[in-house]
Nanobody, 119 residues
Framework: QVQLVESGGGLVQAGGSRRLSCVASGSIITIDVMGWYRQAPGKQRELVATIIRGSTNYADSVKGRFTISRDNVKNTVYLQMNSLKPEDTAVYYC??????????????WGQGTQVTVSS
């Protein structure tokens, strides 16, 4: 069984930084794209950033402030968030397309980690 577990959320002041981590575990053969999404209260879940084979993609709202990276040996994806703004407050979800031993390729989600930015 494959699991994604996020960590690193919390309360941070505007202008501050935070680093999120997401570890994939289980009977994994390989991981394709990995990414971060977020959902603010009353809003739809939105893409924050993705990374695949070293190529990254960012939402316009976080370009220049957030950096996504991954460690393929550790099956981990990171999101370094700098210059945080109150509008970055949301639950952040890790997502990955994973090829597992017991199943074909499938889309997996973490449980989410809350990031709250105070003004």
């Amino acid at each position: 069984q494959v699991q994604l577990v996020e960590s690193g959320g919390g309360l941070v002041q505007a202008g501050g930084s935070r680093r999120l981590s997401c570890v994939a575990s289980g009977s994994i053969i390989t991981i394709d794209v990995m990414g971060w999404y977020r959902q603010a209260p009353g809003k739809q879940r939105e893409l924050v950033a993705t990374i695949i084979r070293g190529s990254t993609n960012y939402a316009d709202s976080v370009k220049g402030r957030f950096t996504i990276s991954r460690d393929n040996v550790k099956n981990t994806v990171y999101l370094q968030m700098n210059s945080l703004k109150p509008e970055d407050t949301a639950v952040y979800y890790c997502n990955a397309l994973i090829y597992a031993m017991t199943s074909g390729p499938a889309d997996y989600w973490g449980q989410g980690t809350q990031v709250t930015v105070s003004s």
